[in-house]
T-cell receptor, first 115, second 110 residues
Framework: GAGVSQTPSNKVTEKGKYVELRCDPI?????LYWYRQSLGQGPEFLIY????????DSGLPNDRFFAVRPEGSVSTLKIQRTERGDSAVYLC?????????????FGSGTRLTVV | SQQGEEDPQALSIQEGENATMNCSYK?????LQWYRQNSGRGLVHLIL?????REKHSGRLRVTLDTSKKSSSLLITASRAADTASYFC??????????FGPGTRLSVLP
């Protein structure tokens, strides 16, 4: 597609529930990133995919968070047993190649609210 | 971890004035980027400057990089109300992903 698409744009869930957030990157971009942004803060790195594999998952806060990119395009961020502290905007970005060489194209984000 | 720190945290100027935002970072970098974020929207890439570059221009934007001082500045000339947004610097810390600072909130008053 022309840009990075994230769905849903908003998600409200109850504490303890499981959620999946989807990212559809720009066609041909091999690198895909997930970031999380809390109100008034800068984006915080979660995970970086190069192709199908997670090249760096050091930003995932705990084992409740998991992400996949099985075919090297669409990625899904999965959060188990959600907590109120998980409430944030989850941003996805893609880049032509990895290695922090090129600028990122960001999606509009998914606003997750855990009640 | 937070690498870049923007300064000031908030800036309010009149339309037509120039806006300058600064970014300081701690470790060696290969690349530094500036992004803009309008309220509630995704980030928009503005400029990427490499460690061997000192200055880059794009339209009304001018970015400088001083690796000896580990700092960068973003200058927006002849500001417009539409420039109102948060601006973030992001550095690669020599690694594979970019680390963002907390941002500068710019308000351009008509």
């Amino acid at each position: 597609g022309a840009g990075v698409s994230q769905t849903p744009s908003n998600k409200v869930t109850e504490k303890g529930k499981y959620v999946e957030l989807r990212c559809d990157p720009i066609s041909g971009h091999t690198a895909l990133y997930w970031y999380r942004q809390s109100l008034g803060q800068g984006p915080e790195f979660l995970i970086y995919f190069q192709g199908t594999g997670a090249a760096d998952d050091s930003g995932l806060p705990n084992d409740r968070f998991f992400a996949v990119r099985p075919e090297g395009s669409v990625s899904t961020l999965k959060i188990q047993r959600t907590e109120r502290g998980d409430s944030a905007v989850y941003l996805c970005a893609s880049s032509l190649t990895g290695g922090a060489t090129y600028g990122y194209t960001f999606g509009s984000g998914t606003r997750l609210t855990v009640v | 971890s937070q690498q870049g720190e923007e300064d000031p945290q908030a800036l309010s100027i009149q339309e037509g004035e120039n806006a300058t935002m600064n970014c300081s970072y701690k470790t060696s970098i290969n690349n530094l980027q500036w992004y803009r974020q309008n309220s509630g929207r995704g980030l928009v890439h503005l400029i990427l400057i490499r460690s061997n570059e000192r200055e880059k221009h794009s339209g009304r934007l001018r970015v400088t990089l001083d690796t000896s001082k580990k700092s960068s500045s973003l200058l927006i000339t002849a500001s417009r109300a539409a420039d109102t947004a948060s601006y973030f610097c992001a550095t690669d810390e020599g690694g594979q992903n970019f680390v963002f600072g907390p941002g500068t909130r710019l308000s351009v008053l008509p």
